[in-house]
C-alpha cells in the first residue's frame, strides 16, 4: 500500500498514491474534466508498474478505475481516456470500451493522429514497425465518454480557422472557426534524448490534454483530474489554460518530473505557494 503523499502548487494538486486508493476518498461529482493516458498493457518500461497483465486481468483493473472515474466525475462532465492497442493486440481498447458501456456513453471518438503522409511528404512521428506483417500504427484512440451522452462542448474554442474565408459568410458562420472534427494531428514535441521525455515511456505532448480540455469548455472554476499523472503534461496543460487540476500518481520519480514541470510553468506567471501534507 503506497502512503499517499499531496502537495499544492499554485491551483494544483499532486498526489503522490495509487490512484483507487486516492479516488475512493475525492468527493462524488467534484471533477469536470478527466484526461488520463492510462498503461497501455504493451509491455512499456514503467519505473513502477508491470505493463503486462493479461488481457482479462488488466480489463478488470480498468473497469474498476473507471467506475471511480464515473464516482468523481460530475453529471455533465468530460472523461477523455487516451489508449492505444498493438498490432499484435487490436481489440485491446474496443473490448474495454464494450466493458465500459455500463459506465458510460461514448459520445465522441477521437482519432489522435501522431504521423500522417499527405502526397509523398510524411508529417510528425513516425516510429518504424520491424515486421512484415503489419502496416505502422500511426495514431491512438481519443475515447470522449460521458455519463449520458447528452454534455453541450465548445466545439469552436478546440476549433480550427476556415481555410476557406468564403464559407464564413456563405455558411453564416459568426467567426473564423470550424469544428476541428474527430482527426486530430498532434505530432510529438520533437526531443533529442530520453532525458528530455523525463525517462517516461508513455509521454503525449501537451496540446492534447489543452485540446481535450477546451473541448469541454473552460470555464474559471473547472476541475480537471488525471488519475494517471505521469510527469504532470495534464496539469500543465490545466495551467496553461488557468484552470484548477488534480494530478495522481504511483512514481515518486516522475511525480518529481511533474513537480518540476509545473513548477517552470507556473514562474512564467504568478508563483503559488508550495504546500505539502499527508492524503
Same mark, same amino acid.
Given at each position: 500500500?503506497?502512503?499517499?503523499?499531496?502537495?499544492?502548487?499554485?491551483?494544483?494538486?499532486?498526489?503522490?498514491?495509487?490512484?483507487?486508493?486516492?479516488?475512493?476518498?475525492?468527493?462524488?461529482?467534484?471533477?469536470?474534466?478527466v484526461v488520463t493516458s492510462p498503461p497501455y498493457n504493451l509491455g512499456l518500461a514503467y519505473r513502477s508498474y508491470r505493463d503486462s497483465l493479461?488481457?482479462?486481468?488488466?480489463?478488470?483493473?480498468?473497469?474498476? #478505475?473507471?467506475?471511480?472515474?464515473? =464516482?468523481v466525475? &460530475?453529471?455533465?462532465?468530460?472523461?477523455?481516456?487516451? *489508449?492505444?492497442?498493438?498490432?499484435?493486440?487490436?481489440?485491446?481498447?474496443?473490448?474495454?470500451?464494450?466493458?465500459?458501456?455500463?459506465?458510460?456513453?461514448?459520445?465522441?471518438?477521437?482519432?489522435?493522429?501522431?504521423?500522417v503522409s499527405v502526397g509523398e511528404v510524411t508529417h510528425g512521428h513516425f516510429k518504424p514497425v520491424n515486421s512484415p506483417r503489419y502496416v505502422n500504427r500511426n495514431?491512438?484512440?481519443?475515447?470522449?465518454?460521458?455519463?449520458?451522452?447528452?454534455?453541450?462542448?465548445?466545439?469552436?474554442?478546440a476549433g480550427v480557422p476556415f481555410t476557406d474565408?468564403?464559407? #464564413?459568410h456563405r455558411r453564416q458562420? =459568426?467567426?473564423? &472557426?470550424?469544428?476541428?472534427?474527430?482527426?486530430?494531428? *498532434?505530432?510529438?514535441?520533437?526531443?533529442?534524448?530520453?532525458?528530455?521525455?523525463?525517462?517516461?515511456?508513455?509521454?503525449?505532448p501537451v496540446a492534447l490534454p489543452e485540446r481535450c480540455i477546451r473541448l469541454h469548455g473552460v470555464h474559471p472554476e473547472m476541475m480537471v483530474l488525471d488519475?494517471?499523472?505521469?510527469t504532470g503534461t495534464s496539469l500543465v496543460a490545466a495551467e496553461s489554460l488557468k484552470v484548477r487540476s488534480i494530478g495522481?500518481?504511483?512514481?515518486?520519480?516522475?511525480?518529481?518530473?511533474a513537480r518540476k514541470r509545473l513548477r517552470a510553468m507556473i514562474m512564467q506567471g504568478d508563483t503559488g505557494a508550495v504546500t505539502e501534507d499527508g492524503a
Amino acid at each position: 500500500m503506497i502512503r499517499a503523499r499531496r502537495e499544492t502548487l499554485g491551483m494544483h494538486t499532486l498526489i503522490r498514491g495509487d490512484c483507487l486508493s486516492v479516488m475512493r476518498r475525492m468527493p462524488a461529482g467534484s471533477v469536470d474534466v478527466v484526461v488520463t493516458s492510462p498503461p497501455y498493457n504493451l509491455g512499456l518500461a514503467y519505473r513502477s508498474y508491470r505493463d503486462s497483465l493479461s488481457e482479462e486481468s488488466y480489463l478488470d483493473w480498468m473497469e474498476i #478505475i473507471c467506475s471511480k472515474v464515473a =464516482r468523481v466525475m &460530475r453529471d455533465d462532465g468530460s472523461f477523455f481516456l487516451n *489508449i492505444a492497442g498493438s498490432s499484435a493486440q487490436p481489440w485491446l481498447p474496443f473490448e474495454l470500451m464494450v466493458r465500459l458501456r455500463k459506465l458510460f456513453t461514448l459520445q465522441n471518438h477521437i482519432s489522435w493522429i501522431k504521423s500522417v503522409s499527405v502526397g509523398e511528404v510524411t508529417h510528425g512521428h513516425f516510429k518504424p514497425v520491424n515486421s512484415p506483417r503489419y502496416v505502422n500504427r500511426n495514431h491512438e484512440h481519443i475515447f470522449h465518454l460521458t455519463k449520458q451522452g447528452d454534455v453541450e462542448l465548445d466545439r469552436l474554442g478546440a476549433g480550427v480557422p476556415f481555410t476557406d474565408k468564403s464559407n #464564413i459568410h456563405r455558411r453564416q458562420h =459568426r467567426e473564423d &472557426r470550424r469544428c476541428r472534427g474527430d482527426t486530430w494531428f *498532434i505530432p510529438y514535441e520533437t526531443v533529442r534524448s530520453r532525458s528530455a521525455r523525463y525517462s517516461h515511456p508513455g509521454t503525449f505532448p501537451v496540446a492534447l490534454p489543452e485540446r481535450c480540455i477546451r473541448l469541454h469548455g473552460v470555464h474559471p472554476e473547472m476541475m480537471v483530474l488525471d488519475p494517471f499523472m505521469g510527469t504532470g503534461t495534464s496539469l500543465v496543460a490545466a495551467e496553461s489554460l488557468k484552470v484548477r487540476s488534480i494530478g495522481i500518481e504511483a512514481d515518486t520519480t516522475y511525480v518529481r518530473f511533474a513537480r518540476k514541470r509545473l513548477r517552470a510553468m507556473i514562474m512564467q506567471g504568478d508563483t503559488g505557494a508550495v504546500t505539502e501534507d499527508g492524503a
